[in-house]
Antibody, heavy 117, light 106 residues
Framework: QVRLQQWGAGLLKPSETLSLTCAVY????????WTWVRQIPGKGLEWIGE???????NYNPSLKSRVSILGDTLKKQFSLKLRSVTAADTAVYFC???????????WGQGSLVAVSS | DIQMTQSPSSLSASVGDRVTITCRAS??????LGWYQQKPGEAPRRLIY???TLQSGVPSRFSGSGYGTEFSLTISSLQPEDFATYYC?????????FGQGTKVEI
């Protein structure tokens, strides 16, 4: 049974770096795209980006200048870093998995990250 | 970016009703579309992939259709546990984009 478990700091000050990690259980790290999605409270879903097992990443242009997504095949983990956060980055962040030519299927539990001075 | 225009943004329905939600893509995406259900405080749950393939374990009252730019999700007979928000997601090109969501209320 595939399970994604995520963790990271939940409260940041403006200009700090958001850092989240997602661990993959019950499935190979290869052959999938490991993805981050966020949801501003009460709003819709925004795709942030993804990384595959070879380290190739794709990012949303709206965040590309501030975001890094890295994968660690040995640990079966992947991470999200979002630099220079503002209050507009306050959201629930989800990690998720996509197979080739398929939309996201398995999701982490979500992490609320608040940015406040 | 491909824009996914989802409608309606919300709807009121009763148990047993037939409900249809639509997503329109700003350009053709073949059948690279999924549908998701999200309940408050939970992660989205995939219902449909490849526009019309039912995810294993999802009740057969859910169905999807469409190709190219027009897609729909239908719930044939609404059940109490179906009151939630529904999203479409295109994975034809980058960045992946979601519809704005449809809240199904009693």
């Amino acid at each position: 049974q595939v399970r994604l478990q995520q963790w990271g700091a939940g409260l940041l000050k403006p200009s700090e770096t958001l850092s989240l990690t997602c661990a993959v259980y019950g499935e190979s790290f290869n052959d999938y795209f490991w993805t981050w999605v966020r949801q501003i409270p009460g709003k819709g879903l925004e795709w942030i980006g993804e990384v595959n097992h070879a380290g190739r990443a794709n990012y949303n242009p709206s965040l590309k200048s501030r975001v890094s997504i890295l994968g660690d095949t040995l640990k079966k983990q992947f991470s999200l870093k979002l630099r220079s956060v503002t209050a507009a980055d306050t959201a629930v962040y989800f990690c998720a998995r996509a197979a080739l030519n398929r939309p996201l299927d398995y999701w982490g539990q979500g992490s609320l990250v608040a940015v406040s001075s | 970016d491909i824009q996914m225009t989802q409608s309606p943004s919300s709807l009121s329905a009763s148990v047993g009703d037939r409900v249809t939600i639509t997503c329109r893509a700003s350009q053709g995406i073949t059948n690279d579309l999924g549908w998701y259900q999200q309940k408050p405080g939970e992660a989205p749950r995939r219902l449909i992939y490849a526009a019309s393939t039912l995810q294993s374990g999802v009740p057969s009252r859910f169905s999807g259709s469409g190709y190219g730019t027009e897609f729909s999700l239908t719930i044939s007979s609404l059940q109490p546990e179906d009151f939630a928000t529904y999203y479409c997601l295109q994975h034809n090109s980058y960045p992946r984009t979601f519809g704005q969501g449809t809240k199904v209320e009693i």
